[in-house]
């Protein structure tokens, strides 16, 4: 069984940072596919982020570019997010995720950009002020 806690949300004013973490339990990093997602208020859940690292292919949304980093740490169950440079337009409810059918980079990117994942964490909130 899947489980997973995102943490690290909060608020901080534009241009700062703040690195989101997801403690994942039932799950192997090795090969797998996984992701960030967010919701902001009035908009449809977008993917922030997308790794697999089987085939050490990554994906970012064309809003984060150049701003966020997705990353494995190794030794732990953790998947991170590395948030800079942060904006008003980032505010968000954050989602870690996963998913076993995403075998391969392409379905793994074509699930991921369509919010099609398995299993999800609760969500944690980053709100950035002006």
């Known amino acids: 069984q899947v489980h997973m806690v995102e943490s690290g949300g909060g608020s901080v004013q534009a241009g700062g940072s703040l690195r989101l973490s997801c403690v994942v339990s039932g799950y192997t990093y090795s090969g797998t596919c996984m992701g960030w997602f967010r919701q902001a208020p009035g908009k449809e859940r977008e993917a922030v982020a997308l790794?697999?690292?089987?085939?050490?292919?990554?994906y970012y949304a064309d809003s984060v570019k150049g701003r966020f980093a997705i990353s494995q740490d190794n030794g732990e169950n953790t998947l991170s997010l590395a948030m800079d440079n942060l904006a008003p337009n980032d505010t968000a409810t954050y989602y870690c995720?996963?998913?076993?059918?995403?075998?391969?980079?392409?379905?793994?990117?074509?699930?991921?950009?369509?919010?099609?994942?398995?299993?999800w964490g609760q969500g944690t909130q980053v709100t950035v002020s002006s």
């Open positions: 995720a996963a998913d076993r059918w995403g075998a391969n980079w392409y379905s793994c990117l074509t699930r991921g950009r369509g919010g099609q994942f398995e299993y």
């Open positions: 790794i697999y690292k089987g085939a050490g292919s990554t």
